[in-house]
């Protein structure tokens, strides 16, 4: 972060993304007075950090991170262009916007880094998927890597191309361990349970799995192997959710096919 307390590092957008990884850059030794941010309606949480706030930019700063929704986009970019002379890295987490986008707005020779974190990076357990254009070499993508882990694991893709799958599984991905959380307490409900306390069992369940598949050091199938017995409920509950046709595996194959189906659509 020596680079970013230097020569300065700009925020665009500080809603509950840009507000986690602000708490994570603090915490990690980037100073208040190096970061300035902008913000329509900043939070009070934000106005005690002591970071500049919507003021003027320094003239090249380190990096610059746009962390606005996808929609306003085209509002952000032109406020920018002055950066884009080849020497501030610029970092989007904003879903949709190619790399291509950020080129045509700030120029060629603007390095930039598409990531995609999700929203569990606001308790730190995110998990960001990076990639580069042709001018972020080996030390932006090291920079950004260093900025995204404040808020979670990274993972670096081969080509942006694949950014649509990372979309559809990890970054659409919570909201469906969310709605399985929600169809697991209905379920305890059709077999007697009180909603309270099906939804306890719920969210208890799934969260102690996700810690255990964390971890522990066996595979996936392991895990699940350990606690299924010949014969027994686990088993008998598997055979519907493991089945061919109807069961889990085809219903996720689809769903993500078709969350990164949009996706390709939105990035058009």
């Known amino acids: 972060m020596d680079a970013i307390n230097r020569e300065g590092m700009v925020l665009v957008g500080c809603g509950r993304m840009g507000s986690a990884m602000l708490q994570g850059w603090l915490e990690r030794g980037v100073a208040a007075r190096a970061v300035h941010v902008l913000e329509p309606q900043p939070s009070d949480?934000?106005?005690?950090?002591?970071?500049?706030?919507?003021?003027?930019?320094?003239?090249?700063?380190?990096?610059?991170?746009?962390?606005?929704?996808?929609?306003?986009?085209?509002?952000?970019?032109?406020?920018?262009?002055?950066?884009?002379?080849?020497?501030?890295?610029?970092?989007?987490?904003?879903?949709?916007?190619?790399?291509?986008?950020?080129?045509?707005?700030?120029?060629?020779?603007?390095?930039?880094?598409?990531?995609?974190?999700?929203?569990?990076?606001?308790?730190?357990?995110?998990?960001?998927?990076?990639?580069?254009?042709?001018?972020?070499?080996?030390?932006?993508?090291?920079?950004?890597?260093?900025?995204?882990r404040s808020v979670g694991d990274v993972v670096r893709l081969r080509d942006e191309r694949q950014m649509d799958a990372v979309t559809a599984l990890s970054g659409s991905g919570p909201a469906y361990v969310f709605h399985m959380i929600e169809a697991l307490a209905a379920a305890g409900e059709a077999e007697g349970l009180d909603a309270v306390l099906a939804m306890r069992l719920a969210r208890a369940t799934v969260t102690g799995a996700g810690a255990l598949a964390d971890a522990a050091g066996d595979s996936a199938a392991q895990l699940r192997a350990n606690v299924t017995s010949p014969g027994g409920t686990t088993a008998a509950g598997l055979d519907v959710l493991m089945d061919a046709e109807s069961g889990l595996g085809p219903l996720m194959r689809r769903t993500v096919a078709a969350a990164a189906a949009r996706s390709r659509e939105l990035g058009q």
């Not at 003027?56 to 996808?70: F, G, H, I, S």
């Not at 974190?117 to 920079?143: E, K, S």
């Open 45 to 148: 949480w934000l106005q005690r950090r002591g970071v500049h706030l919507n003021g003027e930019l320094p003239d090249a700063p380190a990096v610059a991170v746009v962390a606005v929704k996808p929609q306003m986009m085209g509002q952000a970019l032109p406020v920018l262009q002055a950066l884009g002379t080849g020497r501030t890295l610029f970092v989007s987490v904003a879903a949709g916007t190619p790399i291509a986008a950020f080129e045509a707005a700030l120029g060629a020779r603007t390095p930039v880094v598409r990531a995609m974190p999700n929203t569990p990076a606001a308790i730190g357990r995110g998990i960001t998927a990076l990639v580069g254009n042709a001018q972020a070499g080996d030390a932006a993508l090291d920079m950004a890597e260093a900025l995204m």
